[in-house]
């Protein structure tokens, strides 16, 4: 029998995805703290993207990518920002990180009058990118140091006099460098160096790796720290499905559907696949997509750079522990996929439009990350109708949605246009990730509530 999961009942989390809107109205929705252009975050966080690309980072390897740059961002910024609260102590092993060194004898809005904030972050991030791509290539590296020198040369050509751009390179550098000694804590090179992962074979229903794969993607990834959960099982949706073979279960029906829509796939189906698909190497992985959407978002909603570090952290937080608490589910159910069953029980030449990726099948994390990202940006921002352009540049044509939760739904449901995902996968990986976001915003507080006159 396939092994069994803790399964936990957190009541307090059973409350619909609207709850997330009104849990938390003043520290994420008020106006935004801190004035100021935000293209150097959005120049640093596509180059993120275009790295963890270039450099072929695994889907979850990605997503910590982005969550390390959003909190950095965001702390980055903090020290300035006058309403606002560092996220020190609010989520897991992030502990107080230096401050300017004038800071509590002058007011913020007297320490941006000595720091540039622009020169700050991109200081921080130049420093951070780095250690997170430091086993990766020269090329990433190389590509870092260049975006800190146009930065820096731009902040020059704004004309902000040089001892207070080396103020800021000096502060940057610093904060950046603690940030790292929070990072590099998180597990990640110990699960790198463990022993190579033995798939168990002891029940009908467990996964088996198909075509070229010859080993599952990050078994051990549900081993790295989360962000914001305490542990991984707090939103653990279970199965609703049980594994059966007999043509008149529920599980044979939800197979035979995964077969009879890929068999007749109408255009706009293949273009939703193909459009969320974001295979590493080939895209910036699915948390990617997000991110690139949230760099899309800068423009629309024209925000400050304050609001952008807002959104880039909360949203980066809620992607990661999504798929740290998605693989760890994933290994510890190990189902079969779907391309699996089918060629088991339905068809033997039968094959997916989108190629079944190299790891279990439950639950689907295209559907828990985009529930999570989908949420947090609507208690951020409300129901924001927009053009998605992510891969606009690889000749795809746009597409239009009219909330987040319209574009994580079909994010989710692509998984069953591709034919790697059964609808109880990705149904319930959207609760799990709808419940992420929740607990991101019951327990992270951006800026505290202000008092009544």
Known sequence: MRRSILILVVLCFLTPASLSAQLLPTPILASASLEGDPQVLVDWMRAIYARVRYERLSAPAGSRVYAYAGIAAYESLAPFMANNRSLSFQINGLEDLPLPEEWGDVTPSDLLELYDVQTVANAVMTTVAINLFRDQSDDSRAAFIALRQQWEDQRAADGIDAETLERSLEYGELLGKSFNDYVNEDNYREVRQRDPYEMPHDSPDDYVLTGEAS??????????????????????????????????????????EVFEVGNDLTAEQRAIATWWVDTPA??????????????????????????????????GMVLGDAFIATWDHKYALNLLRPETYINLHISERWRPFIVTPPFPEYPSGHSVVSGAAADMLTALFGPVQFIDETHVEQGELPREFHSFEEAGGEAAISRLYGGIHYRNAIENGVRSGRCITDVALNNVVMRPVQQGE
């Open 215 to 256: 080993q599952p993607a990050e078994p051990y990834w549900g081993d790295i720290r989360t962000f914001i959960m305490p542990y991984t099982e707090l939103c653990w949706q279970p199965p609703t499905v049980e594994y059966s073979e007999d043509e008149s279960s529920a599980f044979y029906q939800q197979a035979m």
């Open 282 to 315: 080939i895209t910036g992985t699915p948390a990617g997509h997000w991110v690139e959407i949230e760099n899309q978002l800068v423009d629309l909603l024209d925000l400050d750079i304050g609001r952008a570090a807002e959104m880039y952290a909360m949203v």
